[in-house]
């Protein structure tokens, strides 16, 4: 009827300061030992904090690295744009023919050297206008009826016509 205790009720207390003074060491000493005045460990009393500050500290880097990256190919999207405008700009200026853009209302959005000479302003000075701005109504709207037959159409259209130079008067 006697009862067999298989673990004792006792609690081993070490002071831990004696211990490194004597020269034992912990994995020595019995199993449930408890040690008093040990020294502190961060990682021991902040566990969760301390992963906490590497989990930010990591998608901080990782955030930082996709935000690097994406600049670096904005910018190089943009060289690439800027030179492709380079490009274009040049082909439309070289190009001996009347060259223009417009926009689906007729209003226009570039033209070459050539074009310029055509209506005799300056490229700043037939940007948002349109042709009625320019020329009588009857061939501003012979004009407009060709955008429009170029809009329907999908593609550039060739008109052949005479065409006045309103800088010095000579026909084309």
Request: glycine share 6%.
């Amino acid at each position: 009827d006697i009862a067999i205790v298989r673990k004792s009720p006792v609690t081993h207390k070490f002071d831990y300061a004696q211990l490194s003074r004597f020269g034992i060491e912990e994995m020595s000493l019995p199993e449930d030992s408890v040690f008093i005045n040990p020294p502190f460990k961060l990682n021991r009393e902040y566990k969760l904090i301390l992963w906490g500050g590497v989990i930010t500290v990591i998608a901080l880097g990782l955030i930082i690295t996709f935000l690097v990256r994406t600049m670096i190919a904005r910018k190089k999207a943009e060289m690439n744009l800027r030179e492709s405008e380079t490009h274009l700009k040049t082909v439309l200026e070289t190009i001996p023919d009347l060259v223009w853009l417009k926009d689906p209302d007729g209003v226009y959005l570039a033209c070459n050297l050539k074009f310029e000479r055509f209506y005799g302003a300056k490229q700043s000075e037939i940007i948002g206008k349109t042709d009625y701005d320019f020329v009588e109504e009857d061939l501003a709207d012979f004009f407009r009826e060709n955008d429009k037959a170029a809009i329907k159409a999908g593609k550039p259209r060739i008109n052949e016509e005479e065409v006045v130079y309103a800088d010095d008067g000579h026909k084309e």
